[in-house]
């Protein structure tokens, strides 16, 4: 499982799902060109400490991306989906990839993908913070697919061992 951010645009939003990448043992990948310039404060910021153990590949277009990335499905975010990602199937090997916060991504990125998913909302609601939506898709995601089968010991139980 990877995540993908096309051209991101809002730094705060990019160390959040850096620090997911992070915590969740998900690579993500970053096409560029950013919104900001990669090393900015408020990237930083949010990313905290985290930024070490952040798997991150930097992608200098869309097109290196698709020439470069791993294998697999490719799984759009996108408002104008009509299959939630509560009714669709992940696998593994599956690559979210989310669109710049203003604009999402152009048409010819659309017809690229294998699959586009939408999160239910309530009506008149244009989207949910991108950071956000990838939080929510990764974690069903990486639930079906095993990952939450409490790979890591919590507290409570290293104390008592």
């Known amino acids: 499982m990877r995540l993908a951010l096309y051209q991101p645009d809002i730094a705060p939003n990019v160390g959040t799902m850096l620090r997911l990448g992070a915590c969740l043992g998900v690579p993500v990948d970053i096409i ?3 919104g900001f310039p990669f090393g900015a404060r408020d990237l930083k ?3 905290m400490d985290y ?7 930097r992608h200098v277009s869309w097109q290196e991306f698709t020439r470069n990335r791993p294998a697999g499905r490719l799984i759009l975010l996108t408002t104008s989906a009509e299959t939630t990602y509560t ?3 992940f696998q593994e090997s599956d ?5 710049r916060e203003s604009a999402g991504v ?3 990125v659309h017809s690229a993908v294998d699959q586009r998913l ?3 909302m309530a009506p008149n609601m244009r989207s949910i913070n991108v950071a956000l939506s990838a939080a929510m898709v990764l974690g069903e995601a990486l639930r079906q697919t095993g990952h939450f089968s409490n790979p890591y010991p919590s507290v409570e139980s290293t104390e008592r061992a």
């Open 32 to 34: 560029e060109p950013c």
């Open 45 to 47: 910021r949010a990313v």
């Open 51 to 57: 930024a070490e153990a952040a798997d991150v590949t």
């Open 87 to 89: 009714d669709f199937t």
């Open 95 to 99: 690559t979210l990839l989310l669109g």
């Open 106 to 108: 152009p048409e010819t």
């Open 118 to 120: 939408c999160i239910p």
